[in-house]
């Protein structure tokens, strides 16, 4: 992607500010600080684009799990289970939490582009 259109990009989403409508109130113009315009013609391919970073991510991190289809249809009745059970307490959804959040925090000091 050309480095014009990723800046023009940048500017656009940290510089949007909305409100809200609640039935006919408004609310005060605040800043948008995540996530993509809803509505926007250029916000599926945009949460594709990040949706597809961040499996990579994950993948490389080795944290969470996988599914893997293995084609064979005898194998799949065998076992549905995808998490293996090797964590010492059964707190396993805030342990994954914790350990996305901890990576996304990381990623999130880094510089988004280079001036």
Do not use: H
């Amino acid at each position: 992607m050309p480095v014009l259109v990723i800046r023009i990009l940048f500017y656009w989403y940290c510089t949007q500010q909305i409100r809200v409508k609640w039935g006919s109130a408004m609310s005060n113009y605040f800043n948008v600080s995540n996530g993509v315009r809803q509505g926007g013609v250029l916000s599926p391919v945009l949460f594709n684009i990040y949706v597809d970073d961040l499996s990579f991510m994950l993948r490389d991190s080795r944290i969470g799990c996988s599914v893997k289809w293995t084609g064979n249809d005898e194998e799949e009745d065998q076992d549905d289970n995808i998490w293996e059970d090797n964590w010492e307490d059964d707190n396993v959804e805030d342990d994954f939490s914790q350990q996305l959040r901890t990576q996304l925090q990381q990623l999130k000091g880094a510089e988004p582009m280079q001036q």
